[in-house]
Antibody
Framework: EVNLVESGGGLVQPGGSLRLSCAASGFNFSIDTMYWVRQAPGKGLELVSGMTGDARSTFYANSVKGRFTISRDNSKNTLYLQMGSLRGEDMAVYYC?????????WGQGTMVTVSS | EIVLTQSPDTLSLSPGERATLPCWASQSVSSNYLAWYQQKPGQAPRLLIY???SRATGIPDRFSGSGSGTDFTLTISRLEPEDFAVYFCQQYGSPPFAFGPGTKVDIK
């Protein structure tokens, strides 16, 4: 079955760090560009970061540049998002998604709550 | 950076009616790389349309996409009860791949 499963979300204090994981299955993970997309409560979708299949090219939204780092381990079919210096405005559901044509496969999301 | 606009915020329609959802881009979308997504409460978005007019796998033919350049439209020919949801457009031709703010289709 083709699937993406996020994990690693939770409660973190402002200024803290968290690492999200996205486990892929059922497709050739190593050739697909993968993304992290977030959605704050009651808000729209924001593309946070992306990485090509060969990990040579990355993208970051201006809002997270310098604080978040995307990576992947193709041997483990897993995408990661290392988040640091977390702020209240980073609180959201974080989805991983695959792009060949549009974002055709999404995980169920993992919630990140930033609060003291 | 391309900005997408969707209007209205909410569209109130009855089951069986036709829904027409526009999406405007601030600049021409490269290669018509425009996608539409449906999102229901508590769920991840679901890809409906890519390349402006191609239906994704498993999407009913009552959903159709059209347009090019800066003006795009998602049409739902006859609304089914399960179609009441939020719809987002997204351009994925030029980074950053922005999403529109969404249009909620609710029951009149």
């Amino acid at each position: 079955e083709v699937n993406l499963v996020e994990s690693g979300g939770g409660l973190v204090q402002p200024g803290g760090s968290l690492r999200l994981s996205c486990a892929a299955s059922g497709f050739n993970f190593s050739i697909d560009t993968m993304y992290w997309v977030r959605q704050a409560p009651g808000k729209g979708l924001e593309l946070v970061s992306g990485m090509t299949g060969d990990a040579r090219s990355t993208f970051y939204a201006n809002s997270v540049k310098g604080r978040f780092t995307i990576s992947r381990d193709n041997s483990k079919n897993t995408l990661y998002l290392q988040m640091g210096s977390l702020r209240g405005e980073d609180m959201a559901v974080y989805y991983c998604a695959r792009r060949p044509h549009g974002f055709d496969l999404w995980g169920q999301g993992t919630m990140v709550t930033v609060s003291s | 950076e391309i900005v997408l606009t969707q209007s209205p915020d909410t569209l109130s329609l009855s089951p069986g009616e036709r829904a027409t959802l526009p999406c405007w881009a601030s600049q021409s979308v490269s290669s018509n790389y425009l996608a539409w997504y449906q999102q229901k409460p508590g769920q991840a978005p679901r890809l409906l349309i890519y390349g402006a007019s191609s239906r994704a796998t498993g999407i009913p033919d009552r959903f159709s996409g059209s347009g090019s350049g800066t003006d795009f439209t998602l049409t739902i020919s006859r609304l089914e009860p399960e179609d009441f949801a939020v719809y987002f457009c997204q351009q994925y031709g030029s980074p950053p791949f922005a999403f529109g703010p969404g249009t909620k289709v609710d029951i009149k």
